[in-house]
Each structure stands twice: as structure tokens, then as C-alpha cells.
T-cell receptor, first 111, second 114 residues
């Protein structure tokens, strides 16, 4: 059974701080990893993807991948109240690209 | 910026009725997906579709479900005889390639079965 584990939170950080979100996955053969943001009642919105070991930065977001440890993380620098949402970790679960999602970590950024 | 669209935004139906959920993927995308999310639970894969045929499906996607691309733009999910447990948000997604390509999600259709 291919699975993604995430701490459900809530994770609460003050405005301007760094938020750190973590995820582990079960399928050692997975190559592609994605972070989606989901506001309450809305659809998942892609914010980062990473395929190679190491760090990938995009604006305030940094994704980190460690395939040996089957671990992927997302750092949000200078957190804003508008970043308050549930963050979904996903990996590619099949040859046709279907995504396996975690339950998500709820982030709350306090002004 | 191109986006995936879905209609209707909310569908209420009685148990046993057929429903069709509609999606218009991003125009240059070739791979299409349906996912569902039961309230408070994680997003679950239902089916992937490429070149006018199903390429992969999950255990959830049983004989009650079908997908179709009736024309060059629409992609539909049909549930033949709805059950109470089909109540969920249904998301359509599309991508330009299969594995290792980013999937973009539509706004979803909230299906309520009474």
C-alpha cells in the first residue's frame, strides 16, 4: 500500500517566522514529489514540485528531498497570515502519474 | 493563465440517480485525472485518462463509474447509481505529460447524495 505520512497539525507559527512542514512516503521507487496548498473548501493548488535530492527554492518556498530517507519537506520563509491553509504532500504513485496524497498539515500563521 | 474548469460547482442528487460531472482541462494538456475528497479526508485518486482511454484506475473506480471525452474539450465523470457514500468533492486535474509532470486541479464539484 503506497502511503504518505504527514503530521496533521495544526502547526502554528507567528507572522514572519519560518514554517517547516514534513512528509514521509512509502514507495522507494517514487521519483516525483509535490506540495499542494488547499484552503478550506477549495481545490489543491500546486506550489512546489521536486524530483532530485537536495533543495529547490521558489520565492519564499523551499522544498527539500531526501530519497534515501524517503523524506520530503517544505519550508515557508517570512510566513504570512495568507499562508494559513492545509499543505498536502503528494507523490507519483503509478506509471501514469496518479498522485498519492497525504492527509495534509494544517498551518496557522498568527499576525 | 489557463485553468481547469468544472461544472456544476454543486450537485445534489437522490440515491440511485445518475450524475455526470463535467471538466474542461487546460487546452494543451493530454493527461486527465479525477480525484475525490470526502469531507475531512485526504484526496484520493480515481482514474487517469489518456488518448481516449483509461490508463489507470483505483479500487474506488468500480463499475458504477465511467469517464468519457465526448469532444475535444470536455472530460466527464459519470456515476451510474449514486450511493450516500459517493458524497464528496470531485476534482478534475490535467497535465501536459504523465509521470513527473505537474497536475493542475479544477475548482471541484461538491456532490451531495441524499
Amino acid at each position: 500500500q503506497k502511503e504518505v505520512e504527514q503530521n496533521s497539525g495544526p502547526l502554528s507559527v507567528p507572522e514572519g517566522a519560518i514554517a517547516s512542514l514534513n512528509c514521509t512516503y512509502s514507495d522507494r521507487g517514487s521519483q516525483s514529489f509535490f506540495w499542494y496548498r488547499q484552503y478550506s473548501g477549495k481545490s489543491p493548488e500546486l506550489i512546489m514540485f521536486i524530483y532530485s535530492n537536495g533543495d529547490k527554492e521558489d520565492g519564499r518556498f523551499t522544498a527539500q528531498l531526501n530519497k534515501a530517507s524517503q523524506y520530503v519537506s517544505l519550508l515557508i520563509r517570512d510566513s504570512q497570515p495568507s499562508d494559513s491553509a492545509t499543505y498536502l504532500c503528494a507523490f507519483e504513485g503509478g506509471s501514469q502519474g496518479n498522485l498519492i496524497f497525504g492527509k495534509g498539515t494544517k498551518l496557522s500563521v498568527k499576525p | 493563465e489557463p485553468e481547469v474548469t468544472q461544472t456544476p460547482s454543486h450537485q445534489v442528487t437522490q440515491m440511485g440517480q445518475e450524475v455526470i460531472l463535467r471538466c474542461v482541462p487546460i487546452s494543451n494538456h493530454l493527461y486527465f485525472y479525477w480525484y475525490r475528497q470526502i469531507l475531512g479526508q485526504k484526496v484520493e485518486f480515481l482514474v487517469s485518462f489518456y488518448n481516449n482511454e483509461i490508463s489507470e484506475k483505483s479500487e474506488i473506480f468500480d463499475d458504477q463509474f465511467s469517464v468519457e471525452r465526448p469532444d475535444g474539450s470536455n472530460f466527464t465523470l459519470k456515476i451510474r447509481s449514486t450511493k450516500l457514500e459517493d458524497s464528496a468533492m470531485y476534482f478534475c486535474a490535467s497535465s501536459v505529460g504523465d509521470s513527473s509532470y505537474e497536475q493542475y486541479f479544477g475548482p471541484g464539484t461538491r456532490l451531495t447524495v441524499t
